[in-house]
Nanobody, 118 residues
Framework: QVQLVESGGGLVQPGGSLRLSCAASGFTFRTSVMSWYRQTPGKERELVALITSFGDTTNYAESVKGRFTISRDDAKNTVYLQMNSLKPEDTAVYYC???????????WGQGTQVTVSS
């Protein structure tokens, strides 16, 4: 049974930091591309950051470059999103995503709410 379990969301003031975690199980984590997406009401889900297998490559949305860092720990089957200098516009539900290599499947976590507000 595939599971992606996010944690670490919450309420933070502008300028603050949060670290999201996504614990994965039920598929071959180390060869999978892992990503974080976010979604606000009435908008499409958008890619925030991704990291390829073995951490060779990372990509970020322009809006979070220089503030967010994605990383992975293959020994723990966990992917992280370190979010610094948070802004109110970062408020969203953040979802963990996995894309496996062979066979090609895609999985989603249940989401974790991040609210940036004073």
């Amino acid at each position: 049974q595939v599971q992606l379990v996010e944690s670490g969301g919450g309420l933070v003031q502008p300028g603050g930091s949060l670290r999201l975690s996504c614990a994965a199980s039920g598929f071959t984590f180390r060869t999978s591309v892992m990503s974080w997406y976010r979604q606000t009401p009435g908008k499409e889900r958008e890619l925030v950051a991704l990291i390829t297998s073995f951490g060779d490559t990372t990509n970020y949305a322009e809006s979070v470059k220089g503030r967010f860092t994605i990383s992975r720990d293959d020994a723990k089957n966990t992917v992280y999103l370190q979010m610094n200098s948070l802004k109110p516009e970062d408020t969203a539900v953040y979802y963990c995503n996995a894309k496996t290599r062979l066979p090609k499947y895609e999985y989603w976590g249940q989401g974790t709410q991040v609210t940036v507000s004073s």
